[in-house]
Nanobody, 121 residues
C-alpha cells in the first residue's frame, strides 16, 4: 500500500505559475512510476504528466507540453509538477498517482486525495 498526499494547489491568475508536490509513503518510492492527472467539473479524468522511476523519462499530455514540467526527488519520496503559463482551462482537481509497474503511462494503482488548482482570467 502507498499513501500519496498532494499539496501546492491554490488560486492563480492566468499566466501565473504553481508548483504541486506529492509526498509518498513507503520504502520503495524509487521504484514507482509517478503521474499527475486532473479532473475538472463535468469532465472526465485527464492524464497530465508522468515520470519514470529513475526520472530519466517523462511524458506529457499535448495540452500541457511546454508549460508543465514533472520531476522527482527520490531521496524525499516526492514528485513535483511545475505549472507555468497557467490557463483557465487548467482549472481542475489535480491528483498524484503511483504504480510499481509501468505497463503504460496511463495506468496507476495508487492515488492521492487531490489538490484544487483554480486559474482565473
Amino acid at each position: 500500500q502507498v499513501q500519496l498526499v498532494e499539496s501546492g494547489g491554490g488560486l492563480v491568475q492566468a499566466g501565473g505559475s504553481l508548483r504541486l508536490s506529492c509526498v509518498a509513503s513507503g520504502r520503495t518510492f524509487s521504484s514507482y512510476t509517478m503521474g499527475w492527472f486532473r479532473q475538472a467539473p463535468g469532465k472526465e479524468r485527464e492524464f497530465v504528466a508522468a515520470i519514470s522511476s529513475s526520472g530519466d523519462s517523462t511524458y506529457y499530455a499535448d495540452s500541457v507540453k511546454g508549460r508543465f514540467t514533472i520531476s522527482r526527488d527520490n531521496a524525499k519520496n516526492t514528485v513535483y509538477l511545475q505549472m507555468n503559463n497557467l490557463k483557465p482551462d487548467d482549472t481542475a482537481v489535480y491528483y498524484c498517482a503511483a504504480t510499481p509497474y509501468r505497463s503504460s503511462w496511463y495506468r496507476y494503482d495508487y492515488w492521492g486525495q487531490g489538490t484544487q488548482v483554480t486559474v482565473s482570467s
